[in-house]
């Protein structure tokens, strides 16, 4: 292994030293206290940390860094105090993670580092959205991501990394291949000669590295930064290294040929650095004992603050207040008007005009451009073919394409850029193109998106918009109505109006909320339903619903287009006296609204499109059974779906839909 100083200087060279061995050190300790059951899990970096170090050493303090699970020596080289970093192992709540999560699965905007979820792969994309951030502000600055060799195997790598070159991001992504994932060889991983060999096929450049010698790495991402940023390009690197430790503690290392251990350990990062500095008479032996004993010290005085942690004190209010940012996060609310039910129905001096719900849709994303400069809308075709249902035709003209953004076909890759925009201070919307296609992206938002709060208090200000829902016969793959998926994951608003005035007002209010709102818009009502909608810019609060009618004798409590379905059977069938609620959010539920429907009538009916096993309609009936059983008169019913898949026939379509048993399930309720 050769060194090569360029220009730096002996102090320089020292403070990396420092920098090297102090994970070494922190970790050794670690190993211990792992048998002694003082801290859980832990994946070893022994033998990989010049990456980790020199990756760190070569960024600016305030660029931010996705590390993965044995990147100890980003968080230590950040200046991490230790201490802190053992309440976050112990699982105290004086941790960053305050006890929520475990070992390096958090992250701290103060240090600019991105804490990981257990999926590897996802943390490459949020880089993409950081990057994107600093190249619209025009910054000289890159963010750099990790993955292992295992994790390039990920549909995640590629996504990103597509994206990047397409976007021309200033992203370093870095690869540390240490020849095993958990205890799969790379020749059972991939084909390719070298991993280096893929940012061919992106379009980007790559180098391969030695990633055991401190100054090679240091040097070579100190080169690439600055070429990211001349360029506004995106580069790779593969650093070969080697795992000395086994996949975790528990896992050990029988799977892994022991000759490789002896060939390695003569690549010690550690021993040869210091081998190189005592050469140059920088550092002698008598001083690395000294450093030794400087850092054992301080390593138990650390420990000794880490220790002091008090007992976790679980306190449900406030487990559950964490999992959405207050919504002042991103400085005060501006003085928007938030539109009540009651204005809506009888204030005149709202000026309103006409508009299909397509048409309101199109105005909230406009007006909420012209409001938020920081507003970036991606999506597959958005730009100047205005997106399939055509909702942002004509805004590349009024907001630039650099706000408008065309995205390549890469679900995973842009809800993680969404988050990586949102550590940077931006708000974005996503279109999917269809409801259907976000399970293409599901990880990023029900593990990403939607726990980042809870888990180290990061916001993730991103609303997804979701065209849904059937009756156009468009089968199985672009009219699913999928939004139960997302309503029983914490964190995740979810919204789904069924007028114009609902719509403008709630996307609008979805784009200020600082939280994840998926926003569901239902196709067929695009172009069918319109209304006057004030031209202002107002929000309907999030959280609450509307009666659309009153009546005595059943409540339907709806939402989406089957709300339409209920108002005109209500019209077609006057001798029934029909109470309609509509919800118009689904996460959170308006638990006062839905018990005033059951007062109401006594009898309820509860009417959705979605099919009815796992729909939201078993969740509000549970709730009202558990809540409201001494107002009810009936069972509480349900109305939904066909428990299978939606047809492409008009005629299949038709008996798979709710709507069809809806009078044989009002009748039923009846004669109750
Ligand atoms: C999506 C996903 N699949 C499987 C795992 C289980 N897992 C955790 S780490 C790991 C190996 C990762 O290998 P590599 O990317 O080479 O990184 P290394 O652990 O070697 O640093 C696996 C399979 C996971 N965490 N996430």
């Known amino acids: 292994m050769t060194f090569d100083r360029k220009d730096l200087s ?16 922190i970790e050794e300790k670690m190993l211990v206290l792992l048998r002694q059951g003082k801290i859980s899990k832990w994946f070893s970096g022994i033998g990989q940390e010049a990456i980790a170090v020199g990756a760190t050493l070569a960024l600016h303090e305030e660029e931010w860094i996705m590390p993965l699970h044995r990147n100890l020596g980003v968080f230590t080289t950040r200046n991490m105090p230790l201490g802190k970093l053992f309440m976050q192992w112990q699982g105290s709540q004086e941790g960053y993670s305050k006890g929520r999560e475990r070992s390096f699965h958090f992250g701290n905007k103060e240090h600019h580092i991105c804490g990981m979820i257990s999926h590897l792969g996802p943390q490459l994309a949020i880089a993409d959205g950081v990057a994107l951030a600093h190249k619209l502000r025009n910054e000289n600055k890159v963010s750099l991501a990790f993955t292992g060799d295992g994790g390039t195997s990920e549909g995640d790598f590629h996504e990103a990394l597509n994206t990047a070159a397409v976007w021309d991001l200033p992203v370093i992504f870095v690869i540390e291949n240490n020849g095993y994932g958990l205890s799969t060889p790379v020749n059972e991983q991939y084909r390719c000669t070298n991993l280096v060999d893929k940012a061919k096929g ?10 055991n010698n401190l100054l090679e790495v240091y040097d070579t991402i100190k080169g690439v930064r600055e070429y990211c940023i001349r360029n506004q390009k995106p580069f790779l690197i593969e650093c070969m290294t080697f795992r000395m430790r086994g996949h975790e503690e528990a896992s050990g290392t029988k799977y892994v040929p022991q000759d490789l251990f002896k060939t390695w350990e003569a690549k010690d990062p550690v021993k040869k650095y210091e081998e190189y500095l005592i050469s140059l008479n920088i550092l002698t032996e008598k001083e690395i004992e000294t450093i030794h004993a400087e850092f054992k010290e301080k390593i138990e005085t650390e420990l000794a603050i880490g220790s002091k942690v008090k007992t976790v004190v679980a306190d449900t209010e406030n487990e559950v207040e964490d999992v959405f940012a207050k919504s002042t996060v991103n400085g005060p609310q501006s003085t928007v008007r938030v539109v009540n039910n009651a204005e809506l129905t009888h204030d005149s001096q709202l000026l309103t005009h006409d ?6 849709i199109k105005e909230a994303l406009h007006q909420s451009m012209q409001q938020h400069s920081n507003l970036i809308l991606m999506g597959q075709d958005i730009a100047e073919y205005g997106g399939a249902f055509k909702i942002t035709e004509g805004f590349v003209n009024d ?18 850029a969404a988050l990586g925009l949102s550590l940077e201070g931006y708000k974005s919307m996503m279109e999917m193109q269809f409801a259907d296609f976000a399970t293409v992206g599901f990880n990023q938002i029900v593990n990403n998106l939607a726990k980042i709060h809870y888990r180290w208090g990061q916001n993730a200000d991103v609303v997804i918009r979701m065209p849904t829902g059937g009756g156009v016969g468009a089968g199985p793959f672009h009219s699913q109505s999928n939004e139960a998926w997302f309503t029983k994951v914490p964190g995740l608003k979810v919204v789904y109006p069924s007028t114009p005035i609902d719509a403008k007002g709630l996307l609008i209010a979805s784009i200020n909320d600082p939280n994840p709102v998926m926003y569901f818009e239902h196709k067929a009502l695009y172009r069918s339903v319109s209304g006057a909608v004030p031209s202002d810019y107002y929000e309907i609060e999030i959280g609450k619903a509307r009666q659309v009618k009153k009546g005595t004798d059943i409540s339907i409590i709806t939402y989406g287009a089957a709300v339409h379905w209920a108002t005109d059977y209500a019209a077609a ?10 919800l118009r959010t689904l996460a959170p539920l308006d ?13 309820v009916l509860i009417f959705h499109e979605d099919t009815l096993i796992g729909g939201i309609g078993g969740e509000i009936a549970a709730w009202i059974a558990e809540n409201c059983f ?16 939606i047809p492409f026939s008009i005629e299949l379509e038709n008996n798979f839909m709710a709507k069809i048993r809806l009078d044989e399930t009002v009748q039923k309720l009846l004669k109750y």
Not at 399 to 416: D, H
């Open 10 to 25: 002996n102090d320089q060279l020292l403070g990396f030293y420092k920098s090297l061995l102090w994970p070494r050190m």
């Open 202 to 211: 992106y379009g980007m450049q790559g180098v391969r590295i030695d990633g």
């Open 355 to 360: 508009l299909r719900l397509i048409d309101a």
């Open 399 to 416: 907001f630039g394409k650099e706000r408008v953004r065309n995205t390549p076909l890469c679900e995973s890759a842009i809800v993680g």
């Open 573 to 582: 069938h006057s001798e029934i006296s029909i109470d309609i609620l509509d």
């Open 591 to 603: 638990y006062l609204a839905i018990r005033k429907a059951v007062q109401q009538t006594g009898k």
């Open 630 to 645: 001494d107002l009810l008169d009936a069972p509480v019913m349900r109305c939904a779906s066909l428990d299978t898949p």
